[in-house]
């Protein structure tokens, strides 16, 4: 197989308005892939176009050449895309996250092909992502291929990447398992006799086992090879990430035609209900951050130095695990995982709200095959998470019964690995839900979106308790965070650094306290595109991040988990941002993995701390007027000396820049139902036949009267753009359930009263 880059000089038009399949673009501008075209818009709040547009390019091929056979690889295009060669239909994709591959040879001919790829990024009701809190960008946002084979070759077209499976397991104590399956194919209609050459080396090189195999390949041929090592060398995570090679040949007549190299590694994962997760036998916390695959002003058309600057923040601040969200990475980014020994949890876009315009589900699990399929040989990966809060609109049998599917085909395609879900909070612990997979994660905001910080607490031992046998974590927590907001006194909803700080110490001490709680992933590392949003006095973005979007700004939160996480030695002095102090006295906040600590004001020793704790307070430190200077100085065991500096200024009135400033709310009024008569409301008996609040909001609003009553109480939310692909499953039942709703159940008999003396058609 020869690959080679395709990125170059496409010509790209948007919002097609004319025939580009057939005929050529005149009007476009050339561009590179990876490429989006929502990179701006889909983080700047003030509308994201969303459509169709096109990638065009020409390709001039001789009679040799077209002896050989070709392919075109696209990395990833979103969210739908279609393939056209000389105007005629080649192949295409309705998973935006996954890479997919076409046969070209068929439609390909000598001299000048016009290769064409419509791809279009509106919403699909077949398609996943339906609704979700991130920019769904257009675009072919990864890398582009042409690849070209003689007639003997490895599997492409199996939606996989490598066409070879690599399964290792423990067998018995120091012994481990390679399994090598996978699939030879022949273009030819005549048998060929072919031989395999596998061969494992360790990282120096060393040749650890070497096997031939010949096979006969009349068409397609399926191979498996078994291999026994004994005390291989351990993948240990982040404290070691060996990795070995394997290298896969494909030999016909002596000729080498195909090959692959692999990067593996040896592992084994135990996940335990009571005492939490083990990697290698050893008992270890999934210290984990969440990412999204966007950057600022390109959106997810990412480069490889892109996902290393990303990498090199990940491993600054010391996870050890990282929750790649909501959909499949680039092949890349794993390859990045597999060396930096991070554990990953990998899913696919099953979000929110599941599709009511296809009752199989059938695109959630083609892009769960794929998912498996194209990153199975990467050791980094322990689960795959097959939902993310897919209860938000409702949560019933038909939602049972489409996780459940999911869950088979997910252990039928890999049966070593552990199936996870991400519950929002109000999936009960209890539910027939927690039992589909093998292990579960809550997305808890307490302390943010509800209920208190501390509830967090309250809530995984309230699971623990109801369901002992199943092994939890948090796979989201976090706060909207401005880093030039500040406070002295944080609370919800204020999006200062200084309450992110307390929300972040509240949960890593939560987890850390119970043995049981495998984890946790921060919402999120970075900031992320997300058009819907306009909060914190910032528009187009959800700021959850520890770090900004364009990666320049580390929120103080940023060095908490590092002074939890990191061995690297350092201090850091907290709110360096909130410059103008209008208090005397102020508590000076240090963040560190080193105990000793020394602070000064100017040249005068304030104070010294010595603990284990990553976060130390120095109370009541006096500033003079005008500017201070502050400087920190950490002494470890070793004698070494780290310090930070800040200065500050002593000011007489608060500065006002630090405070956000209030807006109204027109979608969400504290109370709003007061003005609705709720005393002496009685309970409504429901009549078969009549509308009632368990009726859909679709269903409602295909009636005039019943349209009427929900419009009386709620007026336009079912007709806002984020409720779009929940009407066919929400009710105002389940609004209920949602605390953004603020609905109390008094109202409920209220509309009741009014929508069940309307009868159906």
């Given at each position: 197989?020869?690959?080679?880059?395709f990125?170059?000089k496409?010509?790209?038009?948007?919002?097609?308005r004319?025939?580009?399949?057939?005929n050529?673009?005149?009007d476009?501008?050339y561009?590179?892939?990876?490429?989006?075209y929502?990179?701006?818009?889909?983080?700047s709040?003030?509308?994201?176009?969303?459509?169709?547009?096109?990638?065009q390019?020409?390709?001039a091929?001789?009679?040799?050449e077209?002896?050989?056979y070709?392919?075109?690889?696209i990395?990833?295009?979103?969210?739908v895309s279609?393939?056209?060669?000389?105007?005629?239909?080649?192949?295409?994709?309705r998973?935006?996250?996954?890479?997919?591959?076409v046969?070209?040879?068929p439609?390909l001919k000598?001299?000048?092909?016009?290769?064409?790829i419509v791809?279009?990024?509106?919403r699909?009701?077949?398609?996943?992502?339906?609704m979700?809190?991130?920019?769904?960008y257009?675009?072919?946002?990864?890398?582009?291929?042409?690849?070209t084979?003689?007639?003997?070759?490895?599997e492409?077209l199996?939606?996989?990447?490598?066409?070879?499976?690599?399964?290792?397991k423990?067998?018995?104590?120091g012994?481990?398992?390679?399994?090598?399956?996978g699939?030879?194919?022949?273009?030819?209609?005549?048998?060929?006799?072919?031989k395999?050459?596998?061969?494992?080396l360790?990282?120096e090189?060393?040749l650890?086992?070497?096997?031939?195999?010949n096979i006969?390949?009349?068409?397609?041929?399926?191979?498996?090879?078994?291999?026994?090592?004994n005390?291989?060398r351990l993948?240990?995570?982040i404290e070691?990430?060996?990795?070995?090679?394997?290298?896969?040949?494909?030999?016909?007549e002596e000729?080498?035609?195909?090959?692959?190299?692999?990067?593996?590694?040896?592992?084994?994962?135990?996940?335990t209900?009571?005492?939490g997760?083990?990697?290698?036998?050893?008992a270890?916390?999934?210290?984990?951050?969440?990412?999204?695959?966007?950057?600022?002003?390109?959106?997810?058309?990412?480069?490889?130095?892109?996902m290393?600057?990303d990498m090199?923040?990940?491993?600054?601040?010391?996870a050890?695990s990282?929750?790649?969200s909501?959909y499949q990475?680039?092949?890349y980014?794993?390859t990045?995982?597999d060396r930096?020994?991070?554990?990953?949890?990998?899913?696919i876009?099953?979000?929110?709200?599941?599709t009511?315009a296809?009752?199989?589900?059938?695109?959630?699990?083609?892009?769960?095959e794929?998912?498996i399929?194209?990153a199975y040989?990467?050791?980094?990966?322990?689960?795959w998470?097959?939902?993310?809060?897919?209860?938000?609109?409702i949560e019933?049998?038909q939602?049972?019964?489409?996780?459940?599917?999911?869950?088979?085909?997910a252990?039928?395609?890999?049966?070593?690995?552990?199936?996870?879900?991400?519950?929002i909070?109000?999936?009960a612990?209890?539910?027939?839900?927690?039992?589909?997979t093998?292990?579960?994660g809550?997305n808890l905001?307490?302390?943010?979106y509800?209920?208190?910080?501390?509830d967090l607490?309250?809530?995984?031992?309230?699971?623990?308790?109801?369901?002992?046998?199943?092994?939890?974590?948090?796979?989201e927590?976090g706060?909207?965070?401005?880093?030039?907001?500040?406070s002295?006194?944080p609370?919800v909803k204020?999006?200062?650094?200084?309450?992110?700080?307390?929300?972040?110490?509240?949960a890593?001490?939560?987890?850390q306290?119970?043995?049981?709680?495998l984890?946790?992933?921060v919402?999120?590392l970075?900031d992320?595109?997300?058009?819907?949003?306009?909060?914190?006095?910032?528009?187009?973005?959800?700021?959850?991040?520890?770090v900004?979007?364009?990666?320049?700004i580390?929120?103080?939160?940023?060095?908490?988990?590092?002074?939890?996480?990191s061995k690297?030695?350092?201090?850091?002095?907290?709110g360096?941002?909130?410059?103008n102090?209008?208090?005397?006295?102020?508590?000076?906040?240090?963040?560190?993995?080193?105990?000793?600590?020394?602070?000064?004001?100017?040249?005068?020793?304030?104070?010294e701390?010595?603990?284990?704790?990553?976060?130390?307070t120095?109370?009541?430190?006096?500033l003079?007027s005008?500017?201070?200077?502050?400087?920190v100085?950490?002494?470890?065991?070793?004698?070494?000396c780290?310090?930070?500096?800040?200065?500050?200024?002593?000011v007489?009135?608060?500065?006002?820049?630090?405070?956000?400033?209030?807006?109204?709310?027109?979608?969400?009024?504290?109370?709003?139902?007061?003005?609705?008569?709720?005393?002496?409301v009685?309970e409504?008996?429901?009549?078969e036949?009549?509308?009632?609040?368990?009726?859909?909001?679709?269903e409602?609003?295909k009636?005039?009267?019943?349209?009427?009553?929900?419009?009386?109480?709620?007026?336009?939310?079912?007709?806002?753009?984020?409720m779009?692909?929940?009407?066919?499953?929400?009710?105002?039942d389940?609004?209920?359930?949602?605390?953004?709703f603020?609905?109390?159940?008094?109202l409920?008999?209220?509309i009741?009263?009014e929508?069940?003396?309307?009868?159906?058609?």
């Amino acid at each position: 197989m020869h690959k080679v880059d395709f990125n170059d000089k496409w010509i790209f038009i948007k919002e097609v308005r004319q025939n580009y399949v057939q005929n050529e673009i005149t009007d476009g501008e050339y561009v590179t892939t990876p490429h989006s075209y929502n990179g701006i818009d889909g983080q700047s709040g003030d509308g994201m176009y969303k459509g169709k547009c096109c990638y065009q390019k020409k390709v001039a091929l001789t009679a040799e050449e077209l002896k050989e056979y070709h392919y075109l690889e696209i990395g990833a295009a979103s969210l739908v895309s279609n393939v056209y060669i000389n105007g005629e239909l080649a192949g295409g994709s309705r998973c935006g996250f996954s890479m997919y591959r076409v046969f070209l040879n068929p439609l390909l001919k000598v001299g000048e092909n016009l290769i064409s790829i419509v791809v279009e990024n509106s919403r699909f009701y077949d398609v996943y992502p339906l609704m979700a809190d991130f920019s769904f960008y257009g675009g072919i946002y990864r890398e582009v291929s042409w690849i070209t084979t003689k007639a003997l070759h490895f599997e492409l077209l199996d939606n996989s990447r490598d066409g070879i499976y690599v399964t290792q397991k423990a067998t018995k104590e120091g012994i481990y398992e390679l399994k090598i399956k996978g699939r030879v194919i022949n273009e030819l209609c005549d048998g060929l006799e072919s031989k395999m050459v596998v061969t494992l080396l360790d990282k120096e090189g060393k040749l650890l086992f070497s096997e031939t195999k010949n096979i006969t390949v009349a068409d397609k041929e399926d191979f498996e090879l078994t291999e026994e090592l004994n005390q291989p060398r351990l993948w240990q995570g982040i404290e070691d990430p060996y990795l070995h090679t394997l290298k896969v040949e494909l030999y016909q007549e002596e000729q080498l035609v195909d090959e692959r190299s692999l990067e593996i590694g040896f592992r084994t994962i135990e996940i335990t209900p009571d005492k939490g997760i083990f990697l290698n036998g050893k008992a270890i916390k999934l210290n984990g951050v969440s990412r999204h695959q966007d950057f600022a002003e390109v959106g997810n058309a990412l480069t490889k130095e892109h996902m290393e600057i990303d990498m090199s923040l990940i491993k600054e601040i010391g996870a050890n695990s990282i929750r790649l969200s909501h959909y499949q990475h680039h092949d890349y980014f794993y390859t990045l995982c597999d060396r930096a020994g991070l554990l990953v949890w990998a899913e696919i876009p099953f979000i929110s709200v599941p599709t009511t315009a296809d009752k199989e589900n059938q695109n959630a699990k083609d892009q769960l095959e794929r998912l498996i399929k194209q990153a199975y040989n990467h050791c980094s990966i322990y689960c795959w998470g097959i939902q993310n809060e897919i209860t938000i609109a409702i949560e019933n049998e038909q939602i049972y019964k489409m996780v459940k599917e999911l869950a088979v085909i997910a252990k039928t395609l890999d049966p070593v690995r552990y199936i996870a879900q991400a519950n929002i909070h109000s999936v009960a612990n209890e539910s027939i839900l927690n039992e589909l997979t093998d292990f579960v994660g809550y997305n808890l905001y307490y302390g943010w979106y509800y209920k208190e910080m501390k509830d967090l607490a309250v809530r995984l031992d309230e699971f623990h308790k109801v369901r002992p046998n199943i092994p939890v974590m948090v796979t989201e927590y976090g706060v909207d965070t401005n880093p030039r907001l500040h406070s002295y006194t944080p609370a919800v909803k204020d999006y200062t650094e200084e309450y992110q700080l307390l929300f972040q110490e509240n949960a890593l001490k939560t987890f850390q306290e119970r043995e049981y709680v495998l984890g946790g992933y921060v919402w999120a590392l970075f900031d992320f595109g997300s058009e819907i949003r306009n909060e914190g006095g910032t528009k187009g973005k959800n700021q959850k991040g520890l770090v900004t979007i364009d990666r320049k700004i580390k929120k103080d939160t940023f060095y908490l988990c590092k002074a939890y996480w990191s061995k690297e030695k350092f201090v850091k002095l907290a709110g360096s941002r909130f410059v103008n102090r209008h208090e005397k006295e102020n508590d000076i906040v240090v963040l560190s993995n080193v105990e000793a600590i020394k602070l000064f004001v100017g040249e005068k020793l304030i104070g010294e701390i010595k603990d284990k704790e990553p976060k130390k307070t120095f109370r009541g430190v006096k500033l003079e007027s005008g500017e201070n200077f502050i400087r920190v100085e950490a002494i470890d065991a070793e004698g070494n000396c780290y310090y930070d500096e800040m200065f500050l200024n002593y000011v007489k009135e608060m500065d006002t820049s630090y405070v956000l400033k209030k807006t109204e709310d027109k979608t969400t009024v504290t109370n709003w139902f007061q003005k609705f008569d709720l005393t002496n409301v009685q309970e409504v008996a429901i009549k078969e036949g009549y509308y009632s609040t368990f009726d859909t909001l679709e269903e409602l609003y295909k009636n005039e009267e019943a349209k009427a009553v929900f419009k009386k109480y709620f007026g336009e939310v079912a007709e806002s753009p984020q409720m779009a692909a929940m009407l066919g499953l929400m009710t105002i039942d389940s609004m209920s359930k949602r605390s953004r709703f603020n609905i109390p159940k008094e109202l409920l008999s209220v509309i009741n009263n009014e929508l069940n003396v309307i009868p159906k058609n």
